[in-house]
């Protein structure tokens, strides 16, 4: 079945507030991070480290991959340049034990003592991913909770950081947020056009897009409710990830984290 994405279900009348660089986070913005669940930086790596990033993910993509990539169906990734390459990758993971580039940001000093303090704890890195549309076709990733994807305990926090290593536009599929739902709890997820919080659940009236220019970063608590809508301009937006956990957290069934999020079984229908 083809879904298509509702015209309605992203905004860009709100834009979110940005810091100029990550060494102006205080108890005032960490206080904010906590509040409304998410926290942007205009800057946060240099134009070298954007570049050193990208020549990284370019690696791992290349076939065959110690990483796990999941390539669009029309892609010859064998005939592709570096950027051609990824413009036919759909998603990237578990990258960072796979190359140096990758494993140095995922350390980065500045990342990690943010991480922490909004965790208030030591932090572990839990994923690695890169979610990348391509000119022209790049698909929306459908509002959800980063904790529906999770194996882990309910009550441990989740930092996602997000960042941009192209101009992340309204236009080219930028982040959305609803700011304040990380403290609403968890929201039922549905298999539609990905696992996903319900259309008509979507509260769009609290829609607040997240532009960023290459390097910048927007970290995010692991309820918050986000999404990214399609690419259909003619430019790439390319971004990663990462999540983090307090040192120590331990895993737990699939089955609980179903029992919480999980729609099939639940009886209820979207």
């Known amino acids: 079945?083809?879904?298509?994405?509702?015209?309605?279900?992203?905004?860009?009348?709100?834009?979110?507030?940005?810091?100029?660089?990550?060494?102006?986070?205080?108890?005032?913005?960490?206080?904010?991070?906590?509040?409304?669940?998410?926290?942007?930086?205009?800057?946060?790596?240099?134009?070298?480290?954007?570049?050193?990033?990208?020549?990284?993910?370019?690696?791992?993509?290349?076939?065959?991959?110690?990483?796990?990539?999941?390539?669009?169906?029309?892609?010859?990734?064998?005939?592709?340049?570096?950027?051609?390459?990824?413009?036919?990758?759909?998603?990237?993971?578990?990258?960072?034990?796979?190359?140096?580039?990758?494993?140095?940001?995922?350390?980065?000093?500045?990342?990690?003592?943010?991480?922490?303090?909004?965790?208030?704890?030591?932090?572990?890195?839990?994923?690695?991913?890169?979610?990348?549309?391509?000119?022209?076709?790049?698909?929306?990733?459908?509002?959800?909770?980063?904790?529906?994807f999770f194996d882990i305990p309910l009550g441990a926090p989740v930092v996602g950081v997000w960042i941009a290593l192209d101009e992340a536009t309204i236009d080219n599929g930028c982040m959305h947020i609803l700011p304040g739902t990380h403290t609403e709890g968890p929201v039922v997820h549905f298999v539609r056009r990905d696992f996903q919080i319900c259309d008509t659940q979507v509260q769009t009236h609290r829609d607040t897009a997240v532009p960023l220019p290459p390097g910048g970063a927007l970290f995010f608590d692991g309820l918050l409710h986000h999404g990214t809508p399609p690419n259909l301009t003619d430019t790439r937006r390319r971004a990663v990830q990462m999540h983090y956990v307090p040192a120590g957290t331990m895993r737990t069934p699939q089955e609980d984290r179903l029992e919480v999020f999980g729609a099939d079984g639940k009886h209820v229908t979207c």
């Not at 759909?90 to 909004?118: D, G, M, N, S, Y």
Request: charge should be negative; glycine fraction near 6%.
């Open 1 to 148: 079945m083809t879904y298509i994405v509702p015209a309605d279900l992203y905004r860009a009348d709100r834009l979110a507030p940005l810091l100029d660089s990550i060494n102006e986070i205080g108890a005032a913005e960490t206080d904010a991070y906590r509040s409304l669940g998410f926290l942007a930086v205009r800057s946060l790596l240099t134009d070298r480290d954007v570049r050193g990033v990208l020549d990284g993910l370019a690696v791992v993509a290349r076939p065959p991959s110690p990483a796990s990539v999941d390539f669009e169906e029309w892609a010859r990734p064998e005939e592709r340049d570096r950027d051609g390459l990824l413009d036919g990758v759909r998603k990237l993971q578990h990258f960072c034990a796979h190359e140096p580039r990758l494993a140095e940001l995922a350390r980065h000093p500045a990342i990690l003592a943010t991480v922490a303090r909004f965790l208030d704890a030591e932090p572990v890195l839990i994923q690695d991913m890169a979610l990348l549309k391509p000119p022209g076709g790049g698909r929306e990733k459908p509002w959800h909770q980063d904790k529906a």
